[in-house]
Nanobody, 123 residues
């Protein structure tokens, strides 16, 4: 059982930055660690993911603004979010898929989820 704890959400003005962190109880040998987000009335979507080979994937809407990284010494994955826009407002969730060594955009692929952290961007 993998447990995930997120932190770092908050409120910021448009153009600002936030850094989300997710600490996992242990790192599987193969995995994708992803950040999803869900805004009210919208489906949950993959924002960024990093797999056990270190390959990253990003949603088109955040490419060039968000950066996912991993600190294996701390069993943590971070999401640096720059140039934030009001449309980035959502609940952000950390998730782990320990069956695949690549990242899919399908939330049903991910077995473990954090509790979520709110990100609010005002104009």
């Amino acid at each position: 059982q993998v447990q995930l704890v997120e932190s770092g959400g908050g409120s910021v003005k448009s153009g600002g930055s936030l850094r989300l962190s997710c600490v996992v109880s242990y790192t599987p040998s193969i995995y994708c660690m992803g950040w999803f987000r869900q805004a009210p009335g919208r489906e949950r979507e993959l924002v960024a993911g990093i797999d056990s080979d270190g390959d990253t994937t990003y949603a088109r809407s955040v490419k060039g603004r968000f950066t996912i990284s991993q600190d294996k010494s701390k069993n943590a994955v971070q999401l640096q979010m720059d140039s934030l826009k009001p449309e980035d407002t959502a609940m952000y969730y950390c998730a782990v898929d320990n069956w695949n060594d690549w990242c899919t955009g399908k939330q049903e692929t991910y077995q473990y989820w954090g509790q979520g952290t709110q990100v609010t961007v005002s104009s």
